[in-house]
């Protein structure tokens, strides 16, 4: 696999699951965690599934880590925003000429509640679940081959790009590009950078396309992948039983919330 | 069904990926660039202009979902289908011959950034509190203080970025498209879009 992926081996039991067994996983929690009634489930499920699954699959270090990274910036901006601008609250903690209001602290508390639920759950996936084992067992239950391809290339290609990017970055540096300063002088760095970027890699597709014609790419019919998928009868029942806990949440969250 | 597939040829389907990765690349070059915009949809509007609206719309959900689920950008995966709309109208603008004209493409652009901050602010107010983490949060911050609430200062951001972003999107593709080879150009499904 590239770098372009958070993904760990750690021979869990989580990675053993078929990846589609893992996405009806990740897809409960994600349900769940918006779906069910009361401002803060999404800190349950946080909690109670996310947390426990991600220390099941022992990514718990990892998956902290990058939580952190990602959840912290909304969570700051959300709490100064929504705590010092709410309109009409009840003022608690004053800062000079502001003041934290109680009613967006609450709010702030419990959106970020929320970003935890759903960027936890996507980051569960991320770390446990090889993307080209999930695109096969997609492909095996009828989605399109050319997605897998564009899935899978993508995969590969992004990680290249970046460097290249870097690349034209210092190129144009070196000769003089300006890339810090003034916003008038960023936004006209921009176009020497992108411009070469993508000039560049678009005329590499027509030998992409024909590399692939080569390879029998638009022939109908089975094709045989060398990565081996395990299933078992337990795990069909559990992701039906997964999508039913979803309508389940859905359907708990519109009655009670009444 | 079948209009659909033809627009999916196997140039088009080895131009998607790249373009995919265009569009994280150069949304990290702007990162770098600390520019107020976010331009990861360059690749997006190129494929819809070049291939069609379904093409266009392929390419712009998952460019979301993969920068997402591979763990790097996951804050991104719940706007997927606004990049999924970006693309589709980049390429019903291009059909309606939008493109031919820099100012009308112009416009295209336009009236795609106020869609795209109209179809992200319901899940940015319900999902983040309004908030993107980012530079553009003052905005949400003046608006709110204006007394505004948590979704309309939330769309005010975005009306205010959006349209900037996509403005300057399209003319970016404009200028890939006018500097690409016309033999490369004629290969692709709606090439009769292009400007000259």
Sequence with gaps: MSAFSLYVDRNSGLNRLNPLTMLALIGFCLVAGLALPGAWAPYAVFLLAILPLAAGGRVLRPFLSAALKIVLPFAVSVTLIQGLFWTGGTPIVHLGPLSLKREGLIFAAQSTGRILAVLGSFLLLALTTRTDALMIALAQHGAPKSLTYIVLATLQIAPRFQAKANTILDAQRARGLEVEGGIGRRVRALIPLTIPLVLGSIVDIEERAIALEARAFSRSGPKTSLLVLRDSHMQRIGRWVLVGGMIAAVILGIVLRR | ?????????????????????????????????????????????????????????VTGALTNLIWGLSGLNPAYTPFFYVAAAIGLLAGIFGSLGWARKLWQWLVAGLITGVTAAVLSAPTAAAIYGGVTGAGTDLIVAGLRAAGLSVIQATFGQGVFSDPIDKVVSFLVVWLIVVALPRRFRARFPRSTNLPK
């Design chain 2, 1 to 57: 069904m079948k209009s659909i597939k033809r627009d999916f040829t196997t140039l088009v389907l080895a131009l998607i990926p790249v373009a995919i990765a265009i569009n994280i690349a150069i949304g990290q070059i702007v990162v770098l660039l600390k520019l107020p915009v976010y331009l990861d949809s360059i690749g997006t509007v190129l494929v819809g202009l070049l291939a069609g609206p379904w093409a266009g719309l």
